[in-house]
């Protein structure tokens, strides 16, 4: 079973950039399709918006429009990790942002087909 832990998140200004980083332990992360969802605070009933997934090879990847062309997701197979180059933050991008990890089916989806889970690390972009 993997394990997940996020790092990175900080405040910034609007504008600015944050890298965060997934490292993966108690699993081969060549193994999974990873992805970056995010989950704004006070609105923890809702479900959690993707913002960037990649297959386990790296050749794929996918953004929603909320992020395309700002957010890049890359990872390091050897190093067992991933990666969210964020660019041109904007206050709405202030949120808790999670790592996740699924081994099968379609190499993105939903919050609820994949199977790990880091804690979350909090990004705040002041204006």
């Known amino acids: 079973q993997v394990q997940l832990v996020e790092s990175g998140g900080g405040l910034v200004q609007a504008g600015g950039s944050l890298r965060l980083s997934c490292a993966a332990s108690?699993?081969?992360?060549?193994?999974?399709?990873m992805a970056w969802f995010r989950q704004t605070p006070g609105k923890e009933g809702k479900e959690r918006e993707i913002?960037?997934?990649?297959?386990?090879?790296?050749?794929?990847?996918y953004y929603p429009d909320s992020v395309k062309g700002r957010f890049a997701i890359s990872r390091d197979n050897a190093k067992n990790t991933v990666y969210l180059q964020m660019n041109s933050l904007k206050s709405e991008d202030t949120s808790v942002y999670y790592c996740a990890a699924k081994i099968a089916g379609s190499w993105w989806g939903t919050e609820y087909q994949y199977d790990y889970w880091g804690q979350g690390t909090r990004v705040t972009v002041s204006s």
């Open positions: 108690g699993g081969i992360l060549s193994s999974y399709h």
């Open positions: 913002i960037a997934a990649i297959s386990w090879s790296g050749r794929e990847t």
